[in-house]
């Protein structure tokens, strides 16, 4: 968490005076992390978790609320597992083990950032964004390539749910987004194997609106 894409977010948002929320399953990575940004004069806390667990997803949040802050941008950066392997030599398993993993995790974690980040006493009918939901993603998303269809159908499943519409019903009034950032890129850059637009760190702060 210290280095890739997720860490370089967490020390944009922070540079520019959010308090940042880090997720992870590796305790001492974030820790790391938020004692960075800390002593660069930013706000971090430290929430170890593994993102492929529901319970622990909802009991994080519960301690993030506990902090007293407003939940304004989420941002859902999970690497998805790797498998690199001919279609026909991967098993059932594996695959949705990938495939479900990922986008379960995704759910589980959009879920969450809809109870907090606009609770129904606080919902505005007057066209107000009262928080962004981002889910990065990658070049998988928009096309597959040979030996990597569980990743290309985990990324295609997370970037469908970018597209949720999460105010269908009134209920909450958020701005999701979907972008590509894979890795840490030039801002402002595009894949040049399908010329979808990526995002950088810096570039996600124009995304977030509150």
């Given at each position: 968490?210290t280095?890739?894409?997720?860490?370089?977010?967490?020390?944009?948002?922070?540079?520019?005076?959010?308090?940042?929320?880090?997720l992870?399953?590796?305790?001492?990575?974030?820790n790391?992390?938020?004692?960075?940004?800390?002593?660069?004069?930013?706000?971090?806390?430290?929430?170890?978790?593994?993102?492929?667990?529901?319970?622990?997803?909802?009991?994080?949040?519960?301690?993030?609320?506990?902090?007293?802050?407003?939940?304004?941008?989420?941002?859902?950066?999970?690497?998805?597992?790797?498998?690199?392997?001919?279609?026909?030599?991967?098993?059932?398993?594996?695959?949705?083990?990938?495939?479900?993993?990922?986008?379960?995790?995704?759910?589980?974690?959009?879920?969450?950032?809809?109870?907090?980040?606009?609770?129904a006493?606080?919902?505005?009918y007057?066209?107000?964004?009262?928080?962004?939901?981002?889910?990065?993603?990658?070049?998988?998303?928009?096309?597959?390539?040979?030996?990597?269809?569980?990743?290309?159908?985990?990324s295609?499943?997370?970037?469908?749910?970018?597209?949720?519409?999460?105010?269908?019903?009134?209920?909450?009034?958020?701005?999701?987004?979907?972008?590509?950032?894979?890795?840490?890129?030039?801002?402002?850059?595009?894949?040049?194997?399908?010329?979808?637009?990526?995002?950088?760190?810096?570039?996600?702060l124009s995304?977030?609106?509150?």
């Amino acid at each position: 968490m210290t280095t890739g894409t997720g860490a370089a977010i967490a020390r944009a948002f922070a540079s520019q005076g959010y308090s940042v929320a880090l997720l992870a399953r590796t305790a001492t990575h974030i820790n790391s992390l938020a004692d960075e940004i800390k002593a660069a004069g930013g706000t971090a806390h430290a929430f170890p978790t593994d993102l492929h667990s529901s319970t622990q997803i909802s009991e994080t949040f519960s301690s993030i609320k506990s902090l007293g802050l407003p939940l304004k941008v989420a941002i859902f950066n999970l690497n998805t597992r790797w498998l690199v392997k001919p279609f026909l030599e991967i098993k059932q398993d594996e695959y949705q083990g990938v495939v479900s993993g990922h986008l379960g995790a995704a759910f589980s974690f959009a879920q969450e950032v809809l109870k907090e980040m606009v609770p129904a006493r606080e919902v505005k009918y007057d066209g107000t964004v009262n928080g962004t939901l981002i889910f990065t993603g990658a070049t998988a998303a928009t096309r597959g390539s040979a030996k990597f269809a569980a990743l290309a159908s985990a990324s295609f499943g997370l970037r469908a749910l970018r597209f949720v519409d999460y105010n269908s019903e009134g209920h909450t009034l958020i701005c999701a987004q979907p972008v590509t950032c894979e890795r840490v890129p030039p801002e402002g850059g595009s894949c040049r194997a399908c010329d979808h637009r990526w995002y950088g760190p810096i570039q996600l702060l124009s995304r977030a609106r509150t």
